[in-house]
């Protein structure tokens, strides 16, 4: 870790402990007393309960200059995923949120929408694999600046996409016990660019987003991508050739289940 951060090491099972009261600054006492105390744990802490040690992490102040990265290492299933997300996905202005599954049992929904939410990085590690290289990798991710507010305009005459969250309304039907109730109205709009607010994108990291076009983009069209990095505004204008076109309809598939993902979350 670098030298001017803090850092702490939150146990969770059925319950949850931390190795210190608050997070300390990293120096040769606190890492040594981290790595005593680490070579006593053993996996004694029941079932995966991860959403109050979340809780108790997020609602922790952020140290004034200081970024917070949460690293989530599990090796088991939850059975509310979706409020963890979404409590990711609340705190994610002040919090970015890197994810490692450990093994077979590791909930993939909940490893990958965490990570989503909290607009890191997601890997897993199988049985017997070494765990060390993609903690560093995570741990790079987390130290290096990103490529953020990521736009996409798909033609010369479109505009820019990709800076705002999906508006999402379901009508409910009325049922006897939500007579009288207001309803719940909205449209889902398939022309939606999805996802509909771009994660940021990590060094070594690929970027894939959707769009279902009114018509085709004939060759000669391009397709523009703007970000902010730390030396400025970075542009990319990519040429419509022959090469563009795929027939089939795996990428209307694709965009349909991603479409579908990030309504559900």
């Given at each position: 870790?670098?030298?001017?951060?803090?850092?702490?090491?939150?146990?969770?099972?059925?319950?949850?402990?931390?190795?210190?009261?608050?997070?300390?600054?990293?120096?040769?006492?606190?890492?040594?007393?981290?790595?005593?105390?680490?070579?006593?744990?053993?996996?004694?802490?029941?079932?995966?309960?991860?959403?109050?040690?979340?809780?108790?992490?997020l609602?922790?102040?952020?140290?004034?200059?200081?970024?917070?990265?949460?690293?989530v290492?599990?090796?088991g299933?939850?059975?509310n995923?979706?409020?963890?997300?979404?409590?990711?996905?609340?705190?994610?202005?002040t919090?970015r949120?890197f994810?490692?599954?450990?093994?077979?049992?590791?909930?993939r929904?909940l490893?990958?929408?965490?990570?989503?939410?909290?607009?890191g990085?997601a890997?897993?590690?199988?049985?017997?694999?070494?765990?060390s290289p993609?903690?560093?990798?995570?741990?790079?991710?987390?130290?290096?600046?990103?490529?953020?507010?990521?736009?996409?305009?798909?033609?010369?005459?479109?505009?820019?996409?990709?800076?705002?969250?999906?508006?999402v309304?379901?009508e409910?039907?009325?049922?006897?016990?939500?007579?009288?109730?207001?309803?719940?109205?909205?449209?889902?709009?398939?022309?939606?660019?999805?996802?509909?607010?771009?994660?940021?994108?990590?060094?070594?990291n690929?970027l894939?987003v959707?769009k279902?076009?009114?018509?085709?983009?004939?060759?000669?069209?391009?397709?523009?991508?703007?970000?902010?990095t730390t030396?400025?505004i970075?542009?990319?204008?990519?040429?419509?050739?022959?090469?563009?076109?795929?027939?089939?309809?795996?990428?209307?598939?694709?965009f349909?289940?991603?479409?579908?993902?990030e309504?559900e979350e």
């Open positions: 870790l670098p030298v001017s951060s803090y850092f702490n090491v939150i146990l969770f099972g059925s319950s949850h402990k931390s190795l210190f009261p608050k997070s300390r600054n990293y120096d040769d006492n606190s890492f040594q007393e981290a790595k005593t105390s680490i070579q006593g744990i053993s996996a004694n802490m029941g079932g995966t309960e991860i959403l109050s040690p979340l809780k108790f992490i609602k922790q102040e952020v140290k004034a200059g200081l970024a917070r990265q949460v690293f290492l599990t090796d299933q939850v059975s995923s979706s409020a963890c997300i979404s409590l990711v996905k609340k705190h994610a202005a919090n949120v994810t490692l599954g450990v093994g077979s049992a590791a909930d929904h490893v990958k929408g965490l990570a989503r939410a909290g607009q990085t890997m897993f590690t199988s049985q017997g694999e070494q765990s993609k903690i560093m990798e995570q741990l790079k991710n987390a130290l290096q600046p990103c490529i953020a507010d990521i736009e996409v305009k798909w033609g010369k005459s479109g505009k820019f996409e990709g800076s705002r969250e999906l508006e309304e379901v409910t039907k009325k049922t006897l016990f939500g007579f009288g109730k207001a309803k719940n109205t909205t449209k889902i709009s398939m022309k939606n660019m999805v996802p509909s607010k771009v994660p940021p994108i990590y060094d070594g690929r894939i959707y279902k076009l009114e018509k085709n983009l004939e060759m000669g069209e391009e397709i523009k991508i703007k970000a902010k030396e400025g970075l542009e990319h204008t990519f040429k419509v050739t022959n090469d563009s076109f795929i027939e089939g309809r795996n990428l209307h598939q694709l349909a289940r991603k479409l579908i993902q309504i």
